[in-house]
Structure formats: C-alpha cells, structure tokens
C-alpha cells in the first residue's frame, strides 16, 4: 500500500484556495488535485507492506511531540519552474516545529528501512500535476502576479497516516491514523 504523513489543511483554508483554483482547471488541463486532497506532506513512505502497518504506527507514535504550530498558505508556484513545470504549488510557511516534525518522523521510520529523504524538506500544497503532453502556460502569467497571495492560516494539532489509492477520478487519500501533536 501506498503511505505518507501529512497535516490536513482547514476548511476555511481550503475554500479560499478552492475559489481561486477554480478559476484555472478549465483554462489549463491539468492533473488537479481535489480539495479533498489538500494537505501539506511530513514525510512520502511510498509502497509498504500491509504487514508493516502496525509498526510504521507504533514508530508514528513514539515521535517526539512538537506541540501546536500554525501553518500559513501563501503564494503559488511550480516545480522545478514555470518553463518546465511538473508541479503547481501553494507555499507553507514552515515554522521550525514542522520542520523538525518532518526531521522526527524520517528519524523513526528510518528504523524500519524506510529510506530517509535526501532533499531539503520543503512544505507545500500540490494543487495540480503537470504530465507529459499537458501544459500550464495558460495559467503561468497570472501565477506569476499572484505570487504573494495569502491563502490564511491554521493551527495544526495533528498529523495523519494517510493511504493513497487510484480512484476512477484520481488519487484518493484515506486517513489510516491520527496522531497528535501536543503530548
């Protein structure tokens, strides 16, 4: 099964995201991610096996806590850039507590072989996929005034373990486990 760790984004948030996004998925024929799916990843595990779960969970719950932390939505972009992008993005704000939640989390779930991350941890919001064939330019110039545009903030207080499976419309991510953020 497919797994990662990743904070769910407010609802309120995730409106105003919403209505702006909206704007765009007729312009540009992406692979948009749904508001359902809105969140910021901790950590990608990839593949495991279903016999692993129990363990990734226990290793999930020994995190060290870093308590509550608001997390701010703001601006837009691609990765790696706009003249060849294969993601758009909202930006987060990472405060350090979820810089070092992401840190603790590779730590624990190293220890079960799940490979550490070798890039800078860098938060963000996936809203739409760029593949093979599918271009962005459409939206690309008015991305680019919008680039400090603020979404709102949250306070975090948990972080999920979450599935991620291939629906008839996309990814669906399923939460498996809620782990809080304050011991």
């Known amino acids: 099964m497919r797994l990662f760790t990743g904070i769910a984004i407010d609802p309120t948030v995730t409106a105003k995201l919403s209505a702006v996004v909206d704007r ?9 991610s749904p508001p359902e799916n809105y969140h910021v990843t901790v950590k990608f595990l990839g ?22 932390f608001e997390v701010a939505i703001e601006g837009l972009g691609f990765f790696p850039n706009a003249r060849s992008p294969h993601v758009f993005w909202a930006g987060v704000t990472a405060p350090a507590p979820l810089e070092r939640l992401a840190s603790d989390v590779d730590d624990a779930l190293r220890t079960l072989g799940i490979p550490a991350e070798e890039r800078r ?28 545009i603020r979404f709102g903030q949250f306070t975090a207080r948990e972080f999920y373990l979450y599935r991620s499976r291939t629906g008839p419309r996309g990814s669906v991510y399923e939460k498996l ?3 809080e953020l304050v011991e």
């Open 24 to 32: 765009w998925r007729l312009q540009a024929k992406l692979n948009w």
């Open 47 to 68: 593949e495991c096996a279903e016999d692993k779960l129990e363990a990734i969970v226990a290793a999930l719950e020994q995190v060290p806590r870093p308590g509550e």
């Open 121 to 148: 941890y860098s938060p963000h919001l996936t809203l739409a996929r760029v593949k093979a064939g599918q271009s962005a330019a459409a939206i690309a110039d008015e991305i680019a005034g919008l680039k400090r």
């Open 177 to 179: 486990r809620r782990i």
